[in-house]
C-alpha cells in the first residue's frame, strides 16, 4: 500500500487531444456476484470469523482482510492490463518509510483495459464491498500502481487518513515465493493499539487481491524486496467513507534526560584526539559550526582507544533489546549493565562535564555553565543509547516527533561501520517539518564524530538498512552489523 505521507497526485499529465479508446469490459470473479457468498461474508466479516469459499478467504487475524484469487475472471485481460500498466511512466518515491517507484493516479487513464477494470471496481466492486461491510462507500476511489524492484520497502504504517474505509491490492506479479521478499505483512497490537510484531505474511500472487478494512490497528508493511531480478507490480488504492472511530493516539513517556557526570579533562585527555584539545583549533571548529549548524570530526578518538571500544562491541556479550515500535522505530540497544569496561568508559567521556564543556568550545552553545548567562537556573542535560545497526533496521518520522521538537545538538559516533555504502541506508536524514525537503545527510563514517544541531522545524530518521548491507560478494569489507553512541544534548 502507498503511504499515508504521500502527496495528492494528479491524473493523466499528457498534453493533446487523444481519440477515445473502446473500453475493455472486465469480469471478475463470480465469487463477487454469488449472493450467497456475499450474505456469508458479511457475517463473517461482523462476527470476526474465518471464511472461505472457492478462491475467496476472509481471515481475521490479526485484523480482518479478504483475499479473492482470480479475481479477474480473463487471463487475456489481465496480461493486457500488465502490459499497459508497465507501459506508464512511473515517478521514484523515497522518504523515511518508503522506496518504490508509482505511477500517478489511475482515474483519468483511457487506455481499455485500465479503464475497463476501474469501471469495474470503482462501480460492481465498491457496492460489494459497501454490502459486505453495511456502509455507504462514496463513489471516489483512489488507485495508482506501483513497481517494487530489488530493496524497495514499505515499511510499518496503518494507512489511516481522513476519509479512507478499505484499502486493496491487486497483484501482477511474476511466479513468486516468500525468499523473493515483498510480501504484505501483517501486525499484532498491543493494548494501546501499537503495532507489536508481524503474524501473517502473504505472498504476492498474479491476479489475486486483497483487500482490508483501514482501522487503528490495521497496521501492515510491504517487506523488503529481495528479488534481484522480478518486478513487483501492482494495482493499490482506496474506497472512502465514513472513517472507523479512532482512540486517542497513544502518547509514549518523555525520554528521560541526565545532566552530565562530573569527570574533569583528564578523560578528555586519555580518549580524545590531541589535535580536538588544541584551544586554536577548536576556535576553527566553532567558527565552521556557527556558519553551518553541523560538522564532522574525522579521527575524533585516539585511534588505540576506538580500535579497543569496536573490538569490545564486536566480540563481547553485550544484551541488546530491540526498540520498537516498528511504526517508529526498528534497532537495537545495549543493556550498559553488560557492556565491557572501555564501553562503558567512552560512554562516561560522552557524559561527562569535560566533554560538555568541550561541546560548547566546538558549537558556542550553552552546555556548561561557563557558557551560561549568570540568571540561568537549569542545567544542560542529555540522553544517550548506544544502538546496534543490521539489515532491515530503521527510524520513522511519526507524529508525535513534530510536537516535541525542540533546540538540540545531535552527536554520532560510530564504530564498524567500514565500508558503508550510502545505497545501504543507514544514514541519518534531516528534514524540513511537513516538508519533503532534505535539510542534511549524515553517513555513518568510523571514528567520525558527527555534531548536528536543530531547531524545533527540523525532524530526522535514520534510513531503513536494506539487502544490500549483508550481501556483498566475499572479501569485501562492507559492514553487516555497525554501532553508534547516539546522545541529544539540551542546553
Known sequence: ?????????????????????????????????????????????????????????????????????????SEAFVENLQRELLDLSFHEKSNDLYKFRQSDDLKKRTEAHISGLRAAVFGRFRSWIGEVLGVELEPTVDISCAKYHHTDVLLCHDDELEGRRVAFILYLVPPWQSSDGGTLDLYSTDSHFQPQSIVKSLVP??????????????????????????????????????????????????????????????????????????????????????????IQLKDFLKEEKFREVNESLRLSQVQWTRRGPPNKRCYEVASLETVPPCVSACWELLRSEAFFLLLSNFTGLRLHYLYAEKERKDTPECFGELRRWSHGDYTLLHDGDAARAEYALDLVLPFGCSGESPEFGGFTSYIANEEDEELLTVYPEENSLALVYRDKETLKFVKHINHKSSSQPAGASACRTFYDFSFVYYE
Not at 498534453?15 to 450474505?39: I, M, P
Not at 483501514?214 to 510491504?222: A, E, I, L, N
Open 1 to 73: 500500500m502507498s503511504s499515508k505521507r504521500q502527496p495528492g497526485q494528479g491524473g493523466d499529465s499528457d498534453t493533446g487531444k487523444k481519440r477515445k479508446k473502446r473500453e475493455e469490459v472486465a469480469e471478475l470473479s463470480a465469487v463477487v456476484d454469488d449472493e450467497e457468498v456475499k450474505r456469508a461474508v458479511r457475517e463473517a466479516w461482523s462476527r470476526r470469523e474465518h471464511y472461505s469459499h472457492g478462491n475467496l478467504e476472509l481471515d481475521c487475524h490479526p485484523f480482518p482482510h479478504c483475499i479473492i484469487q482470480n479475481f479477474i475472471s
Open 205 to 294: 500472487s498474479w491476479n489475486t487481491l486483497v483487500l482490508f478494512e483501514v482501522s487503528p490497528v490495521s497496521f501492515h508493511q510491504v517487506s523488503e524486496v529481495l528479488s534481484e531480478d522480478k518486478c513487483r507490480l501492482s494495482l493499490s488504492g482506496w474506497f472512502h467513507g465514513p472513517s472507523l472511530e479512532r482512540p486517542p493516539r497513544h502518547v509514549e513517556p518523555p525520554i528521560p534526560r541526565s545532566p552530565h557526570l562530573p569527570r574533569d579533562e583528564t578523560l578528555l585527555l586519555e580518549w580524545v584526539n590531541p589535535m580536538y584539545l588544541d584551544i586554536s583549533y577548536q576556535e576553527q571548529i566553532q567558527e565552521e559550526f556557527e556558519e553551518s549548524s553541523e
